[in-house]
């Protein structure tokens, strides 16, 4: 088997080649990755349904569907956006032509995440498929993404965690790469006097609970004022019911916490001796 540093090293003499700055050639590998979507969406919902408890219409709309968009948008776009960009010329350069050239960058290394495996890991390898650059995908394994951050790239993207985030932004910083950090944060969500509490109700708890909660931009908490609490909460008692049943746990279409751990700290939250509204059970 090759070691990291071999499978690097195999990146750059394939970019320095040459053959990714053709524009034929980028639309091949797109073309090519929009195939292998479509003629194996099944087998992805299977897979996305045994990792992760998604039910096919969730996998569909927030995994496959969005990367066929995606590819479809750049094919289109792709030959506008890879021509050169002309600049204004003061006087001293008018007998020059002076423009942008966007060439490809180089070997770039793409850590997904476990959460939304297919749309943040192949996603951004469209992206920088149009782009010309060569890739090296990488989602889940702690041992193999140590040994990649060892090595040199022309740049990193990472989606995950703020503490694993520092780790990569420090192991770039040995060889000056740039680093694009998609890391969580805090989503609280505010509903104001005069809003219409039952349609807020149901966009803040189809936005919480799509993909069972394990989503970054997934809403925290929900502000509001005293007098429209009571109400905003029953109202989000009754869509959970409309959309789940009476027993979420039964239902085909709530995901699963993807491991032991996370559902065990979960769980812990619930021995706070919170004041629970609603559910509760593990």
Not at 111 to 134: D, E, F, H, K
Request: charged fraction near 20%.
């Amino acid at each position: 088997m090759e070691s990291m540093e071999q499978v690097v090293s195999s990146l750059r003499k394939s970019f320095s080649s040459g053959k990714t700055k053709a524009i034929d050639y980028r639309c091949e590998q797109l073309n090519a990755l929009k195939r292998l979507v479509l003629d194996n969406s099944a087998f992805l919902c299977e897979a996305l349904s045994k990792d992760l408890g998604k039910c096919r219409t969730e996998s569909l709309v927030f995994e496959l569907d969005l990367l066929e968009a995606e590819i479809t948008g750049t094919l289109r776009q792709i030959h506008n956006w890879a021509k050169p960009e002309y600049v204004y010329k003061t006087l001293m350069y008018k007998a020059m032509a002076c423009y942008i050239s966007k060439d490809p960058l180089g070997t770039v290394l793409i850590i997904g995440a476990w959460n939304y495996p297919i749309q943040l890991t192949l996603t951004p390898l469209s992206a920088r498929l149009q782009l010309g650059t060569v890739l090296l995908v990488v989602t889940g394994g702690v041992s193999e993404t140590t040994e990649l951050l060892e090595q040199q790239f022309d740049k990193i993207f990472y989606t995950g965690n703020g503490t694993v985030g520092r780790i990569v932004l420090q192991a770039a910083a040995k060889f000056l790469t740039p680093v694009v950090l998609e890391l969580g944060g805090k989503c609280p969500t505010f509903v104001a006097n005069d809003a219409d509490l039952v349609v807020s109700a149901n966009r803040i708890v189809w936005a919480k609970l799509v993909n069972c909660g394990q989503t970054c931009v997934a809403p925290d908490y929900v502000l509001c004022s005293e007098s429209i609490q009571n109400s905003l909460a029953s109202h989000m008692k009754d869509a959970i019911e409309r959309f789940y049943g009476p027993d979420a746990s039964e239902s085909p279409d709530y995901g699963k916490i993807v491991n032991e751990r996370h559902f065990d700290r979960l769980e812990s939250l619930l021995e706070d001796k919170l004041d629970i509204y609603y559910g509760g059970r593990s």
